[in-house]
Nanobody, 126 residues
Framework: QVQLAESGGGSVQEGGSMRLSCTAS????????MAWFRQAPGKEREGVAAIDRDGTTRYAATVKGRFIISKDNAANILYLQMNSLKPEDTGVYYC????????????????????WGQGTQVTVSA
């Protein structure tokens, strides 16, 4: 079974930047839709950004213009570049993949994804 592992989380002050990485144990990125989700304390998991196998990207309205999702198919790494961070961006960030979606027209819901990483904590202080 392919395993996903997030890294790059930590603490940063408001306005700062951070880059998250998600490494897969097998070759998957060229064939699957990948996404980042996050979960704040006491809240439901929400979609942040997604990228399909053709490189089409979609973002949540709350992060559009500040976050960039990208992937390196050769290295099997998914990235999330986060800029102009706000305290409301605080949460555990998860990467996920699915082979149930070929082309994305909107940000897919968590229910479509069947492979998840363990998550990495991101804390943004005011």
């Amino acid at each position: 079974q392919v395993q996903l592992a997030e890294s790059g989380g930590g603490s940063v002050q408001e306005g700062g930047s951070m880059r998250l990485s998600c490494t897969a144990s097998g070759r998957i990125y060229s064939s699957y839709c990948m996404a980042w989700f996050r979960q704040a304390p006491g809240k439901e998991r929400e979609g942040v950004a997604a990228i399909d196998r053709d490189g089409t990207t979609r973002y949540a309205a709350t992060v559009k213009g500040r976050f960039i999702i990208s992937k390196d198919n050769a290295a099997n790494i998914l990235y999330l570049q986060m800029n102009s961070l706000k305290p409301e961006d605080t949460g555990v960030y998860y990467c996920a993949r699915t082979n149930n979606i070929n082309t994305i027209r909107s940000l897919p819901a968590a229910a479509f994804f069947d492979n998840w990483g363990q998550g990495t904590q991101v804390t943004v202080s005011a």
